[in-house]
């Protein structure tokens, strides 16, 4: 994790102590759970507090156990689980967290936890990748290939949603969409023992075909004689929508 990422979600750690202390109001707390997320295997937690009659805030956390990425086919034109030799992506795997505090504004009389609301929200994710694969050579001469690496993301941006709360106990939240900015910061290393010399012009060449546009924006660095690390740093859109259910504490 770079001094850049740790300050930002240093600041987001005390930004959400902040906003949680009780500030004099009665509160009224509900913890959720998203239920899309879990058709991914991504377990999303949101705790909610009021804060004012017309506000509250939000913490949501989520984790994400060893899976195959989901939605990994959008980077390319190529079929990235096809079960080909030299397939970089054919065994990847990830896992990771994130953390995303909101500030809502209801915007109806009827006050917090009741109908529209708009959220401006902060999002950080942390994912952990790893793979083997084989690559064949134009002799049928096959090399094991090992990669590790991580995907940050740090996002902003507004949700526009509808929450309705029985007695402030049984709660569903609808996020009927949220739009933000996301800057991504993708870092691969790539090692193979018993290939050295054309190591780099093998990893250039596979991983920019099979990065799709994104690959042409990837830098190479040969670190050692069996390694190459591969970075690629984007903005990109952010679109999400989202359902969750809950109780009142």
Known sequence: MGIKVKKIFILIIIFTAFLLTNNGFTQVNI???NLPSLVFKNFYICYERTREENRSVVLGLSYMPERKPPFL???SDEDIYKDIPDNPFVNL??????????????TTAYGALRWFYLAPYLRYTHYWLKSDYIYEDDNKKQTDFYLKGRLTNICGGLMVG?????????????????IGIMSSNLLLNISAEDL????????????TDYLGNFGKKAK????????VKV???KILPHIRIGFSIGIGL
Do not use: A, Q
Not at 196 to 206: C, M, N, R, S, T
């Open 93 to 106: 795997k990830m896992n990771g967290f994130s953390i995303t505090p909101e500030y809502r504004y209801y």
């Open 162 to 178: 509808s929450h309705w709360s029985h007695k402030n106990f049984i709660s569903v939240d609808w996020w009927i969409l949220e």
């Open 231 to 233: 970075t690629l740093k």
């Open 196 to 207: 050295k010399e054309d190591l780099y012009d093998i990893v250039e060449e596979e991983y």
């Open 31 to 33: 913890i959720k759970i």
């Open 220 to 227: 190479f660095t040969e670190t050692s004689d069996s390694s």
């Open 73 to 75: 086919y959008l980077l």
